[in-house]
């Protein structure tokens, strides 16, 4: 199974929309019971300022201006953590303007076919109608993407040599999600949550699959 070669993963949500960066200070999620308050004072490479609130805990890293908001996790054991940390902060917050949502992967995979990524990315995408022009050339990323006419959105697959593990190939999947034009006009947040809540576990099962079916191609 892909799992088994899985050596570094990194989660994180993306919201694209209006927000006021002081709010979102460690304090205020101690008091709405979103952080425990010892972890409220032991945050990590604080920042609060008019434009950029940031902050890192054990299991979390948040960074907020006006106009975004990622939240990010480095460990499957506390994917779930990160999306009650998201989804409690906006059932709170359900009149802040959001108009995107990105659920994206970041995935380096060890290498064991014993191939190099230019011999890995030639059985993903031959080089034939290259040869003449570029007979030494290498692809540097791969990227492929498909349209979510559902959510007006779309997935996208890059990969790309792993600049984590020695020949490991590298694989981010981005899952963006976003209101329609009829409900733009709308105020709050409640559209983007419910997607976030309804396609979570889809997108982190689906991500699995997608780079399973890539590998055993």
Not at 29 to 51: T, W
Request: aromatic share 12%; proline share 3%; glycine share 4%.
């Amino acid at each position: 199974m892909i799992k088994d070669l899985i050596e570094h993963h990194f989660a994180s949500i993306v919201l694209i929309g209006d927000f006021n960066p002081k709010i979102f200070q460690p304090n205020w999620f101690v008091q709405n019971d979103l952080i425990r308050e010892q972890e409220g004072n032991d945050v990590k490479d604080l920042v609060i300022h008019n434009e950029v609130v940031s902050f890192n805990l054990d299991w979390l890293s948040i960074q907020v201006t006006r106009e975004k908001i990622v939240v990010l996790s480095d460990h499957d054991a506390y994917f779930q953590l990160l999306y009650d940390f998201v989804v409690g902060t906006f059932k709170l917050l359900k009149h802040t303007p959001i108009r995107m949502l990105g659920i994206n992967h970041h995935i380096h995979i060890r290498n064991t076919k014993n191939t190099n990524w230019n011999e890995f990315s030639s059985t993903i995408a031959p080089k034939k109608i290259w040869e003449k022009a570029f007979p030494k050339g290498e692809y540097e990323t791969i990227v492929i993407k498909e349209d979510i006419e559902k959510y007006n959105g779309f997935i996208k697959m890059t990969m790309q040599p792993s600049s984590r593990i020695d020949k490991g190939i590298f694989f981010e999947v981005n899952n963006h999600f976003q209101v329609k034009e009829d409900d733009k006009k709308k105020i709050g947040c409640i559209e983007i949550i419910t997607i976030l809540e309804n396609e979570w576990d889809n997108v982190n099962r689906n991500t699995l699959q997608l780079i399973e079916t890539v590998w055993n191609h």
